[in-house]
């Protein structure tokens, strides 16, 4: 396999819970040296070593640990830094101040050091020093509004959309900011928020405010605007169905045998359709309910109908097309077996990502990556014993 593309950078990696890890994770799998730096003490992660969570955010990485309290961890931290190249953190704004690792600071060490902050809602502003998590960036990004059946209340999203995404923006900005310094030789502070994130990810309907001053409303599982897309009854369950402009919606009236549809003057355009949506979406579920959900997908996908199953997880991971995509890759971990994990849902010709460590054991490279600064054995089994690492 070719030389992994981001094998010449060394990452430190203080992050915790999720968007922190989700960050590093992406920098990790495409082959950067991290360096997790982990409390001697228990600390909250999420979920516990064991869990399938945290062996999913934290493969491909060395773990040390530091206890940032005290002076002596904190001098090391910052020896480590004259080597690194990135610093990722997701504490609390003024948590790396009070420690003396802020960006300033570890920028007059490593003036080429990329430092990235996750924070729930920005390093500043009235809101700054507000614990930050997912599902309350949910509800103040505006998703859980739109999210839902209309008239239902609120809805979280299924999964850990702004912590994730909070995880991906912030690598993405890592990598700009390393080709940026291919140029300036400079490192730069990177810095997003939950709530930033969050916000981002409302894109279409965020520009139906922004450029209409109209305030979307909750949908369910019909798309916002396009109509006929939503979630129809089968005979034995449901699919998606996408066929919301006229050419589609015609080759849709076709397969479902239906053609009269298209001459029916309350479905003769979108603008029709989404006034009539719910008599439309009717009409189309009494004919979906004839057939099986398997019978539905071949019939519309030869008439070049978007459609779909709805899966539960255990049959995503069951589905062809998504093992033949690789998107889940295995690795035998001495301490618990063979263990299947998540992959990068982005691939590269040449220079693949690879699943090369499973999550370490706390501490397990302290004494390697310590010796490698230049601290001898003594120095270290007195570093142990103080409480330091």
């Keep these: ?11 430190i990696d203080l992050t915790r819970a999720r968007a922190g890890p989700t960050a590093v994770r992406q920098l990790a799998d495409w082959g950067a040296d991290v360096i ?10 999420v ?3 064991n869990s399938s969570d945290f062996q999913n955010l934290h493969r491909n990485k060395r773990s040390i640990t530091l206890n940032l309290k005290h002076p002596q961890a904190v001098e090391i931290l910052k020896r480590l ?3 690194a190249d990135v610093l990722v953190e997701n504490y609390r704004p003024d948590v790396k101040h009070r420690l003396g690792i802020d960006y300033h600071r570890m920028r007059e060490i490593n003036p080429r050091l990329i430092y990235a902050s996750i924070s729930g809602f920005g390093q500043d502003g009235p809101y700054s020093g507000r614990p930050g998590l997912d599902q309350i960036a949910q509800g103040m990004g505006g998703l859980m509004s739109i999210t839902g059946l209309p008239g239902q209340g609120p809805v979280r999203a299924g999964i850990a959309v702004a912590d994730v995404t909070a995880g991906v923006f912030c690598a993405m900005g890592i990598l700009i900011a390393l080709l940026e310094r291919e140029q300036s030789g400079e490192g730069q502070w990177v810095q997003t928020s939950l709530l930033a994130a969050q916000i981002a990810l409302l894109d279409f309907q965020a ?8 305030i979307p409303d909750q949908a369910g599982n019909n798309h916002p605007t396009a109509v006929p897309t939503g979630v129809f009854a089968t005979a034995d369950g449901h699919i998606n169905i996408a066929a919301s402009g006229n050419d589609l919606f015609a080759r849709l009236c076709k397969a479902l045998d239906a053609e009269h549809l298209v001459r029916h003057p309350d479905y003769s355009g979108g603008r029709v359709r989404l006034r009539n949506r719910d008599k439309l979406n009717a009409e189309i579920e009494t004919i979906t309910r004839t057939r099986s959900s398997a019978e539905w997908i071949e019939r519309l996908n030869a008439a070049g109908v978007p459609c779909g199953p709805i899966y539960r997880i255990d049959e995503v991971f069951a589905d062809p097309q998504v093992q033949h995509i690789g998107i ?17 849902a ?3 010709s040449r220079t693949p990502w690879s699943l090369r460590l499973p999550t370490p054991e706390k501490g397990d490279s302290t004494d ?8 001898d054995p003594g120095t270290i089994a007195k570093f142990r014993s103080d409480g330091i690492i």
């Design 1 to 11: 396999m070719s030389k992994l593309p981001l094998s010449r950078f060394k990452v």
């Design 328 to 344: 889940v890759r295995e690795i035998e971990n001495s301490g618990r077996g063979r263990q299947q994990l998540l992959g990068q």
């Design 368 to 375: 390697t990556v310590l010796a490698s600064l230049g601290y």
């Design 36 to 45: 997790k730096v982990e409390a001697p003490e228990e600390t909250a992660e």
């Design 346 to 348: 982005v691939g590269l």
């Design 207 to 214: 520009a139906r405010w922004l450029l209409n001053r109209e």
């Design 81 to 83: 830094a004259e080597q």
């Design 47 to 49: 979920g516990s070593r």
